[in-house]
């Protein structure tokens, strides 16, 4: 029986999405502006929510942060955005969730590490409190573990057994025993706690591929509650979306993962966007979801002759992330379409038929016409600069937008 079968997840509702039980892969993201800086943090928020990102996060760490989220929650009703909003709480969430009741009931779940909730019976205490809150308020949580903070008792008493019985694990292997243990033992408490089976869900993240996958596969045959996925740091560029893709892209085909976030480091003053875009691109590419239309571009080698392929690639690109968010409100369905960028006759003329409009480029040696394919079939021949290329091609786009997919 594949893990996809065994893994028969309970429907989480957070806000007015629903996790598991059935529902599509999720996609959120986190914030990284301060918090008690409720204007900022808000267009963050509404940033995300219109790059893609279904739920959003903000790190809840001291008293400014929870005195600005009922303000931020409002800023994004305000303009229309319904993402839900998600309360980060380390070392002190019992104390910010009593203190702060506006906070408590303006967030859409709270996320709990249970990890650095503090230690022995305190930490036992401080997560019932969390939970607790949760329940007074009706709102989901996540635990959240991590193998960067995890419980230190538990890997201790652990490696112990391991010695004492000579059961010989290795150290990889007892951390991945007690990540999948510290979720399922802290998921039985919120229960004890008074949160129902459909007000948890559940992650166990680590910053390796393998163990992600080894942890995931362990938890998938033992629960079934919804499943959040992720590196915990998957770094920069291409190393952390290749890492991303390489793990949760196994575990999501194998049918693991309700939500998922890919955790970029972006660069200095990068857009967070980039990692809402890649979450959104790996369900896509895996065919689980459509977001947005997708560009396939040729790559570049020998035969292509100069930049302007590659310039105009990156121009529909980005005009398209630019009118999707008008888009998806007002075309249904225009997230399916496709389009092809190609630089050279090789695969050019074949790549842009396959597409629903498509722009084959010259390359050495070619005449310099560009044809346009639209659902197979040639239209018209543009020739021109990049810039006019690119606004003649961008108008063909917005009429076959029009034309071919119903305003709603």
């Known amino acids: 029986m594949s893990l996809a079968k065994l893994h028969t997840t309970v429907g989480v509702r957070v806000g007015h999405v629903q996790v598991g039980g059935g529902a599509p892969v999720v996609v959120q993201s986190m914030t990284m502006t301060d918090t008690a800086d409720a204007r900022a943090t808000a267009e963050q928020c509404i940033e995300l929510a219109e790059a893609g990102s279904e739920m959003v996060r903000v790190t809840v760490n001291v008293p400014e942060a929870a005195a600005a989220v009922p303000e931020i929650k409002q800023r994004m009703l305000d303009t229309g955005c319904v ?8 070392y002190n969430g019992h104390l910010l969730l009593t203190k702060y009741p506006e906070c408590a009931r303006a967030l859409d779940k709270y996320r709990i590490n249970p990890g650095n909730v503090g230690t022995g019976r305190r ?30 008792e538990l890997v201790v008493a652990k490696m112990q057994e391991n010695t004492d019985r000579d059961l010989g694990k290795s150290s990889e292997e007892i951390i991945n025993e007690c990540l999948v243990l510290s979720g399922l033992e802290s998921t039985a408490l919120a229960i004890d706690s008074g949160l129902r089976k459909d007000q948890i869900i559940i ?31 998957a770094g920069m560029g291409t190393k952390g979306l290749v890492w991303s893709a390489s793990a949760m892209g196994v575990l999501l085909n ?5 939500t998922i976030r890919v955790s ?47 310039e105009l690639s990156e121009r529909i690109q980005d005009y398209i992330r630019d009118r999707m968010p008008e888009w998806k409100t007002t075309h249904e369905g225009v997230e399916t379409m496709t389009l092809a960028v190609m630089g050279c006759v090789v695969n050019g003329p074949g790549e842009s038929k396959a597409a629903n ?52």
Not at 83 to 90: K, M, Q, R, V
């Open 264 to 310: 970029l480091t972006p660069r200095p003053g990068g857009d967070r966007r980039e990692e809402v875009y890649a979450a959104c691109e790996l369900l896509q590419a895996l065919g689980l979801r459509s977001f947005s239309p997708s560009v396939t571009a040729c790559p570049g080698c020998g035969r292509t002759t100069s930049s302007t392929f590659q």
């Open 203 to 233: 992650s166990c993240k680590t910053s390796r591929p393998r163990d992600l996958i080894a942890v995931y596969r362990a938890l998938a045959r033992q629960t079934d509650q919804p499943l959040h996925l992720g590196l915990t740091e």
């Open 83 to 90: 993402a839900p909003l998600i309360g980060d709480f380390h």
């Open 123 to 152: 930490r036992d205490e401080r997560f019932s409190t969390i939970c607790r809150v949760a329940v007074d308020h009706d709102k989901p949580v996540r635990i959240g573990v991590n193998g960067g903070s995890l419980n230190q």
């Open 254 to 258: 194998e049918g693991i993962g309700d």
């Open 357 to 408: 409009i498509g722009i084959s480029l010259p390359g050495t040696g070619e005449e310099p016409s560009c044809p346009v394919y639209i659902d197979g079939r040639h239209v018209t021949t543009l020739r021109g600069t990049c810039d006019e290329l690119a606004a003649a091609f961008q108008r063909l786009v917005d009429e076959y937008v029009e034309h071919n997919y119903a305003r709603r």
